[in-house]
């Protein structure tokens, strides 16, 4: 079964941050898809089976700072 899940991104100033993040985000197994917007300082991220804390630890890891959206 598919899943959606939103992330606040804190960081990110240009298209060079969002790419960063989209391809780290990706890189989670089980991510099929990662939408990130630079002016709403979101992402979603569709898959199918995929731990959500691994997309916050994706994105820190990048150097930014990133929270699931309640």
Do not use: W
Request: glycine share 6%; aromatic share 2%; with cysteine.
């Amino acid at each position: 079964m598919a899943k959606v899940v939103e992330l606040a991104i804190e960081g990110m100033t240009c298209e060079h941050c969002v790419n960063s993040v989209t391809k780290a985000l990706r890189s989670v197994p089980g991510v099929r898809e990662a939408h990130v917007s630079l002016e709403a300082k979101s992402a979603r991220v569709e898959g199918d089976d995929f731990d959500p804390q691994a997309l916050v630890s994706a994105v820190r890891e990048e150097g930014y700072e990133a929270s699931l959206k309640a």
